[in-house]
Nanobody, 115 residues
Framework: VQLQASGGGLVQAGGSLRLSCARS????????MGWYRQAPGKQRELVAT???????NYADSVEGRFVISRDIAKNEVYLQMNSLRYEDTAVYYC??????????WGQGTLVTVSS
């Protein structure tokens, strides 16, 4: 199984980016798909997750600015990031959590927000 994240880059504060994560390979018992991030010197933290049924969950820091979505048929999950702030700068990792086989992680994509 591989998770390929893309869409990161450099953006000015207030701007937008859309991250995509494509999954190859089969995962059974998927519980959630989502995004985590890790800023320099900080621990990895949850950004947003979404269940197979489409129920989203957001960190307080991104609620109202980020939107997570998924395309089950394409095995992809997306993160639309709006009104980006300097503190959103981090490496963003896509994640799939399975009830039967644990967590799967992508390689990360760097988002840099200039102030």
């Amino acid at each position: 199984v591989q998770l390929q994240a893309s869409g990161g880059g450099l953006v000015q504060a207030g701007g937008s980016l859309r991250l995509s994560c494509a999954r190859s390979g089969r995962i059974t018992g998927i519980w959630t798909m989502g995004w985590y991030r890790q800023a320099p010197g900080k621990q990895r933290e949850l950004v947003a997750t979404i269940t197979v049924a489409g129920r989203p969950n957001y960190a307080d820091s991104v609620e109202g600015r980020f939107v997570i979505s998924r395309d089950i048929a394409k095995n992809e999950v997306y993160l639309q990031m709006n009104s980006l702030r300097y503190e959103d700068t981090a490496v963003y990792y896509c994640n799939v959590a399975s009830k039967t086989s644990g967590n799967y992680w992508g390689q990360g994509t760097l988002v840099t927000v200039s102030s």
